[in-house]
């Protein structure tokens, strides 16, 4: 794995994730710019995925709980050329096919389910697997989580299904920024002992740095390693990463930068 | 009098004909949260154990899990007590399934007022509300076993979210297992000319009931079975209307945006005539065995055929 053309591809999506809000004047950079190198990792090293193919029956599958940090996929696919990289200043805008949230039925390449609402994307993980292994078949399901996301009940019904299917074709990635739009996780509704709840569920669970891609690639290699259980990765990240002004401010969730802004990120991410 | 062929619950044609289905399809997956018995669906779990999950008291999972294997091709049929299987995962049904537009089934038994003792909680009696005015989604409420039979075979074969209602009550089989069935299409089932009865469900028998007492009146009464709610079938409605001049709709179902209001858009962009709507009128269920309640709530023939008389005095 080439680590520094790892680290120049999320640079780029860097900057498109700070191009692309604010174009569209709004969206959510906190939780895209922290989730950066867990998504680039999966698809420049990590799944089985040909862009010129994207519906081939044996990719790994992606499924993006959460669907606000939208930016980040549509950026990789437009490194991956899935799609032109114009198209990413239509973010946001009528008639686009990039969605404020992922959707399925504007058939962008990559998006394999629509995903937004919070909570369901480890349930739709779980079926697929579980459709996998009904068909004998070794592709792999990566589902991207928020860490507030963990406080919907439908994830525990989620949890509580893979451990006991042993879907071991199934692995969950939870962006830990620790921030929520009303402020720090911690303080509105804890979620720990986060791993000790996903063990308990029967899951194998891995903590690293969700930035550092050595890391990021151990945890993935594991994870396909692991035989006879989900394997969650809990990657503990910076909200806002890379962007000084942006890094853990939970102001940053859901706001576009403006022009000026815009321009002082950029440099930022160029250096 | 009313040809009947029969009583049987609608739950054991779709559990028939998902065993069926299973046979002649290997792509059919049924999903399970803890009522798999039921629901009737255990007979499909013991012929294809390798292509049944119970997901235990989860609904929420149901539909999501439902939903990973439709994205994955397989044809997911899940399935539930109605109440459980709409409202609870309502907003999997809307965002994952339907606005994804995948293509997973969805059974409600259980339905409506008939399910009797267990009371308001277990009564499904607003899913077609909640369920027509979900974009890309097809609703079917048959009326009796066969009906249910073939809706299950139907659904099967069209792409897109469906959801099916059945019941767990045994009730008068009245189509013959020759009748014809597609989805969005209605069945007359008895022509008339001073007002027309549009059922679905269990009250298309009340119906035909009602057309008895009333022809005794010497009343001509049409009844129209319209067992997909969505998508109507407007021509229908438009016909009926106008040879009638008046309409009853009859559900048992909540008549606020269930079958009555879905009939009534159809007539108010197109030819309004005067309607009276048999249904549960904006109230809670209770306690009680289904015949009781089905009188109770004012949803047998009777009733029917006095909707019938007053809509009449309305025509203009």
């Known amino acids: 794995m080439d680590l520094e053309k790892l680290k120049n591809i999320a640079k780029k999506v860097r900057r498109d994730i700070i ?13 895209s710019l922290s989730s950066v190198e867990l998504v680039v990792a999966l698809y420049f090293g990590v799944m089985k995925f040909d862009p010129k193919n994207p519906l081939d029956p044996e990719r790994d599958y992606f499924i993006l709980s959460k669907g606000h940090v939208c930016p980040v996929l549509y950026s990789v696919l437009a490194q991956l050329e899935c799609l032109k990289s114009d198209e990413l200043c239509s973010l946001r805008k009528i008639g ?12 962008l ?26 068909e004998k078949k070794n592709n792999r399901v990566f589902v991207l989580m928020g860490d507030g996301e963990q406080q919907e009940g439908s994830i525990w019904e989620a949890v509580m299904a893979a451990g006991d299917r042993n879907l071991d074709n199934l692995c969950g990635i939870i962006d830990s920024n620790k921030l929520q739009i ?25 903590e690293i740095d969700g930035h550092n891609f050595k890391e990021i690639f151990k945890a993935y290699d594991k994870a396909l390693k692991t035989k006879g259980k989900p394997t969650l990765i809990i990657a503990n990240t910076i909200k806002g990463k890379g962007v000084s002004f942006m890094e853990n401010i939970v102001d940053w969730h859901g706001k576009a930068p403006s022009k000026e802004l815009m321009e002082k990120a950029l440099n930022e991410i160029s250096i | 009098m009313v040809e009947v062929y029969g009583k049987k619950a609608t739950r054991y044609g779709f559990g028939e004909a998902l065993v069926e289905l299973g046979k002649e399809n290997p792509k059919i997956f049924v999903l399970g949260a803890d009522t798999a ?10 012929a294809f154990p390798e292509r049944f999950i119970n997901v235990g008291v989860a609904e929420q999972n149901l539909l999501g899990m439902a939903a990973g294997l439709a994205v994955r091709g397989w044809i997911p049929f899940a399935v539930t007590y109605g109440v459980f299987a ?8 809307r965002t994952t399934i339907c606005y994804s537009n995948l293509n997973v089934k969805i059974g409600g038994s259980h339905s409506g007022i008939m399910v009797g003792p267990d ?56 189509t013959k297992e020759s009748a014809p069935f597609k989805i969005g299409r209605a069945e007359t089932l008895k022509e008339g000319t ?12 009340e119906s035909l009931m009602a057309a008895e007492l009333l022809a005794k009146k010497g009343i001509s009464v049409g009844v129209i079975n319209i067992h997909t709610v969505k998508p109507i079938d407007e021509s229908a409605i438009i016909k009926a209307a106008k040879e009638c001049g008046a309409i009853v709709t009859a559900e048992e179902h909540q008549v606020l945006g269930g079958f009555g209001s879905a009939v009534a858009e159809v007539l108010v962009k197109n030819n309004p005539v005067p309607v009276e709507m048999i249904g549960i009128q904006d109230t809670f269920g209770e306690s009680g065995s289904p015949s009781e309640l089905m009188s109770h709530f004012h949803l047998k023939d009777v009733d029917i055929a006095n909707a019938a008389e007053k809509v009449i005095k309305r025509k203009r």
């Open chain 1, 96 to 107: 686009s096919r990039l969605q404020g949230h992922p959707a399925k039925d504007k058939m």
């Open chain 1, 182 to 206: 009303d402020g720090k996780v911690e303080d509105i509704m804890s979620i720990e002992p986060l791993a000790e709840k996903y063990r308990a569920f029967k899951w194998n669970v891995i």
């Open chain 2, 37 to 46: 018995g039921s629901v009737a669906i255990n007979t499909f779990q013991e």
């Open chain 2, 119 to 174: 009371g308001p909680t277990h009564q499904a009696l607003e899913e077609i509300s909640i369920m027509r005015c979900l974009p890309r989604m097809t609703v079917i409420v048959p009326c009796d076993l066969n009906e249910t039979k073939k809706a299950t075979f139907e659904a099967a074969k069209i792409s897109g979210p469906v959801y099916i209602r059945f019941g767990r009550e045994a009730v008068p089989i009245i």
């Open chain 1, 19 to 31: 191009t692309m809000l604010t174009e569209a004047g709004s969206g959510h950079p906190g939780g």
């Open chain 2, 194 to 205: 001073d007002v027309a009865i549009l059922a679905c469900g269990t009250l298309v028998y």
């Open chain 1, 109 to 134: 390449p990559g998006v394999e389910v629509s995903t937004g609402s919070l909570g369901y994307g480890l349930s739709i993980g779980a079926g697929i697997a579980l459709g996998l292994k009904a």
């Open chain 2, 86 to 93: 709409s409202g609870r995962p309502w907003e999997q049904i």
